[in-house]
T-cell receptor, first 113, second 115 residues
Framework: AQSVTQLDSHVSVSEGTPVLLRCNYS??????LFWYVQHPNKGLQLLLK??????LVKGINGFEAEFKKSETSFHLTKPSAHMSDAAEYFC???????????FGTGTLLAVQP | DTGVSQNPRHKITKRGQNVTFRCDPI?????LYWYRQTLGQGPEFLTY????????KSRLLSDRFSAERPKGSFSTLEIQRTEQGDSAMYLC?????????????FGSGTQLSVL
């Protein structure tokens, strides 16, 4: 079975400082991993996805994530936070052949001016 | 693409009433998914369709829930005899193919409140 654990329910950073959102995964085979973002009153949007082509994945809006098999982690980072990054972020693993997505519980990112 | 459209955006109903939600996926997307999201939680898978065929249902989907995708285009999710525990955001998503790494496009959801 596949699952993801987001290690922080809330993260607060100052504008212009780095962002780190942590995610560990569990999968019985080579996983497809994603990060989705959810802004208030908006639909979920794909930030980036890992599909075994490269361990460092670049996404939209300056976000990137590194797949580390030895640590079963897929942490999301951004060098410099912007006010518009304030949102809820979900780490997601694909549930095999059905492409059923299994979401973590989410990390709420707050960006302070 | 015009995006995944869900209607209504909000639904308030009394306990025991039936409700129906509609999802219009992106044109020519073969896969359609329903998820449910409660406050403070990530979305939970409910069911999915490959064209008009419903291929999997979560055990979260009790017999009061039914979903259809009659012509492989739009889909409806009906909840009969609603309960307060059904209050949640119901999300629809679609994807172009069945590939395991295929991007899902989500609608903005239908927020259900059961009084």
């Amino acid at each position: 079975a596949q699952s993801v654990t987001q290690l922080d329910s809330h993260v607060s950073v100052s504008e212009g400082t780095p962002v780190l959102l942590r995610c560990n995964y569990s999968s019985s085979y080579s996983p497809s991993l994603f990060w989705y973002v959810q802004h208030p009153n908006k639909g979920l949007q794909l930030l980036l996805k890992y599909t075994s082509a490269a361990t460092l994945v670049k996404g939209i809006n300056g976000f990137e994530a590194e797949f580390k098999k030895s640590e079963t982690s897929f942490h999301l980072t951004k060098p410099s936070a912007h006010m518009s990054d304030a949102a809820e972020y979900f780490c997601v693993v694909s549930g095999g052949a059905t492409n059923k997505l299994i979401f973590g519980t989410g990390t709420l990112l707050a960006v302070q001016p | 693409d015009t995006g995944v459209s869900q209607n209504p955006r909000h639904k308030i109903t009394k306990r025991g009433q039936n409700v129906t939600f509609r999802c219009d996926p992106i044109s020519e997307h073969n896969r359609l998914y329903w998820y449910r999201q409660t406050l403070g939680q990530g979305p939970e898978f409910l069911t999915y369709f490959q064209n008009e065929a419903q291929l999997e249902k979560s055990r979260l989907l009790s017999d009061r829930f039914s979903a259809e995708r009659p012509k492989g285009s739009f889909s409806t999710l009906e909840i009969q005899r609603t309960e307060q525990g059904d209050s949640a955001m119901y999300l629809c998503a679609s994807s172009r193919t069945a590939a395991t790494n295929e991007k899902l496009f989500f609608g903005s959801g239908t927020q259900l409140s059961v009084l």
